[in-house]
């Protein structure tokens, strides 16, 4: 697997301090990018969380995840925790170890109370003294939230910082990738009141030995309930101890709101192949001011990295078409400002681009972190992480084996019949009918239906047919 160092540095730790006018939760930033460009240790907001109990431990939830492995728990994971400034929220995220699990905590306007939220992204340190501070927090006092170093301690502070250096896999920056093109296509599916939530979540599996096997469940009579295959309205609950740290905020949950791609008697819309195999959910649980979702990965051996969601949008089958993609990706990108909702329609007007150009875009701009995804209102939103915009390209090997296979002249179309030559073994390609399927004969197609992306064939012919369609379009000038 293919990793990078990721350097962290921090003025100080993190930590929980007694200052005159209560406790201090100080979260110390490392380098972020920001409306003024590039920050050493962006300062995003000072004041109170109205709700610190809460806050505390779905900022301590966010922490699990991003210490956890579900699957081959050989080493524990070590990356600190994304947050974004959206100008009237603050945006938690993490990944687990394996990558299965994503985490967001949205802190909205009413959890917080103070100056202006300021916009950028950066990492915040999360070390073992704050995780155990804040397990202590109560909630009869108020708690001071400063994110980002104290103005003087910028200038002033003159001792050595403190670093973090983490091996980042490129599976793990992937993961934002998947994550936002996954969700996009999801739809509300579910939604319990307070004590049903509670009642429900209190009755799932709690720790991370043992994710169990994949469920699915329905909507009845205010709860939900199992059923033993995908129907109707199902949403799939894949490895219910993912869903353990939740208990953390417990006491505090008033709602219970569940995410999935529509499903049929024989499948789902994305990611379940024909055999109505599993797919990814998202479980958002309701909290005084705040919001703390976690998207599952289809099984507890799938990471959000292998599931091939924006291959077929990153597969552009010509130079002029990538650059195209590339030019459009940068246009949209400037007119972003850390934007708490985008709105794709208001986009297509301010840059010119037909919307589903501008919606292209944005998936490419998820591919480097740049976008995500928020289900509970259903819109994209701004982040600018500060990884290579095509790492993700570059390093997916699916999509690199299709563009030699391409350029080897292995692909030969035939309507809606292809042949591939891949291997010293011919591979055939089908679209059916309606376009809206392919089928492969490869192994990796029998194993998965596409249920995890199109194989390397599929998208080579993809690429063949964009190149076809492009050069058509170059003779007909």
């Not at 920050?39 to 709700?51: D, K, Q, V, W």
């Not at 009237?88 to 990944?95: A, G, N, Q, T, V």
């Not at 002029?320 to 909702?341: G, S």
């Amino acid at each position: 697997m293919t990793r990078t160092t990721q350097v962290y540095s921090y003025l100080r730790p993190s930590a929980v301090q007694q200052a005159p006018a209560g406790p201090l939760l100080g979260l110390e930033t490392s380098g972020g990018l920001t409306p003024a460009g590039a920050e050493a240790n962006p300062r995003f907001f000072h004041g109170f969380l109205t709700e610190p109990q809460a806050a505390s431990q779905a900022l301590l939830a966010v922490a699990d995840i991003a210490a956890a492995r579900y699957h081959r728990r050989l080493a524990a994971a070590s990356l600190d925790p994304v947050v974004t400034a959206n100008g009237d929220r603050l945006r938690f995220e993490s990944f687990s170890g394996c990558c299965g699990v994503y985490a967001r905590l949205d802190v909205l306007p009413r959890g917080l109370d103070g100056d202006d939220i300021r916009h950028g992204t950066t990492n915040v340190d999360v070390n073992s003294p704050l995780r155990e501070s804040l397990s202590r927090v109560g909630s009869g006092d108020p708690l001071h939230l400063r994110v980002g170093p104290e103005e003087m301690a910028v200038t002033t502070l003159t001792g050595p910082v403190v670093e973090k250096k983490v091996p980042l896999p490129d599976r793990w920056l992937r993961g934002f990738a998947e994550t936002q093109v996954i969700a996009s296509g999801f739809d509300l599916r579910a939604e319990l009141g307070a004590v049903q939530a509670q009642r429900y979540l209190r009755s799932l599996p709690r720790g991370a030995t043992a994710s169990g096997g994949v469920g699915w469940v329905v909507p009845a009579a205010g709860t939900l309930r199992p059923t033993t295959r995908p129907v109707p309205g199902a949403v799939c609950l894949p490895g219910p101890a993912r869903l353990g740290v939740l208990h953390r905020v417990l006491r505090h949950v008033t709602g219970l709101r569940v995410y999935g791609p529509p499903v049929a008697a024989g499948g789902a819309a994305f990611g379940s192949g024909a055999d109505g195999g599993p797919v990814a959910s998202a479980w958002e649980v309701s909290l005084p001011g705040m919001r703390l979702t976690l998207m599952l990965s289809p099984q507890a051996a799938r990471g959000f990295s292998g599931e091939g969601a924006v291959l077929e949008h990153l597969a552009t089958g010509t130079a002029v078409e990538a650059e195209e993609a590339a030019t459009d990706a940068e246009l949209t990108a400037a007119l972003l400002a850390w934007d708490p909702r985008i709105d794709p329609a208001d986009l297509a007007d301010r840059s010119g681009l037909p919307r589903d150009r501008v919606r292209a875009a944005l998936t490419r701009l998820g591919t480097a972190g740049r976008v995500g995804y928020d289900t509970a209102e259903a819109a994209y939103f701004h982040r600018e992480l500060p990884y290579d915009a095509d790492r993700v390209e570059r390093h997916n090997p699916r999509l690199r084996s299709a563009r030699a296979l391409l350029e080897a002249g292995a692909v030969t179309l035939d309507g809606d019949l292809a042949t591939v030559r891949s291997e010293d073994r011919v591979h055939h390609v089908r679209r059916e009918a309606d376009g809206r399927r392919t089928h492969c004969t490869c192994p990796w197609w029998a194993e998965h239906r596409g249920g995890r992306g199109p194989c390397k064939h599929v998208l080579a012919v993809g690429l063949a047919h964009r190149a076809d369609l492009h050069t058509d379009r170059s003779v007909a000038r």
